[in-house]
Every structure is written in C-alpha cells, then in structure tokens.
Nanobody, 118 residues
Framework: QVQLVESGGGLVQAGGSLRLSCAAS????????MAWYRQAPGKEREFVAQ????????SYADSVKGRFTISRDNAKNTVYLQMNSLKPEDTAIYYC???????????WGQGTQVTVSS
C-alpha cells in the first residue's frame, strides 16, 4: 500500500480559498489515479475530484465544479486540491485516495479538516 499524508486544511470564511496537498510515498506515484473525497459530520464519504495517472483527465462532483481544481506534480509525488469560493457546506474532513485497480491498490490518507464559517 501507499502512504498518503494530507495537509493544508483549516478554518476559512465563506468565499475564501484553501489549497490541500497530499504527499505520497513510493516510486510509482505517476501510475496511480488520485482522488479527493470528503466526509461531513453525520454523512457518508463522498467523491470530490479525481485526476487520472496521466494528469490529463479530471472529473469533479457537481457540487464543486467550477470552484475546485485538482492537479498533480508527479516529480513531487503530490496531488493538490485548490478550493475557491468556499461555502459552509464544504465543511468536512477531506481524504486523499490513491488507486490502481490492476494491482489492487486503494489507499487512504488520514484526512485533513476543512471548516468554512458563514
């Protein structure tokens, strides 16, 4: 499995921005599909954004489309989530995920808290 460490969470006012980072261990980061998920209190974990191993294919949940941008730097083994125009409903623990189905990889980070005040 891959070790993932998220950072960059915090408290921000509505309308503000945050950038989350997720650093991965290992030497094959470039072959993983990377994603961000989030879990709000009392709710199930939900998909936020994904970037394929090639970096050229991204997808987003409708709730964040146009506000969040996922990117990756394979040289730094890091994936980012730039979050703009934050809303109170974006408050959640944000988790990083690394996946590669062909080798059965599905790893999660420990999560980073994002709190958006109104």
């Amino acid at each position: 499995q891959v070790q993932l460490v998220e950072s960059g969470g915090g408290l921000v006012q509505a309308g503000g921005s945050l950038r989350l980072s997720c650093a991965a261990s290992g030497r094959t980061f470039g072959s993983y599909d990377m994603a961000w998920y989030r879990q709000a209190p009392g709710k199930e974990r939900e998909f936020v954004a994904q970037i394929r191993w090639s970096g050229g294919d991204t997808s987003y949940a409708d709730s964040v489309k146009g506000r969040f941008t996922i990117s990756r730097d394979n040289a730094k083994n890091t994936v980012y989530l730039q979050m703009n125009s934050l809303k109170p409903e974006d408050t959640a623990i944000y988790y990083c995920n690394a996946a590669r189905a062909i080798i059965g990889l599905n790893s999660w980070g420990q999560g980073t808290q994002v709190t958006v005040s109104s």
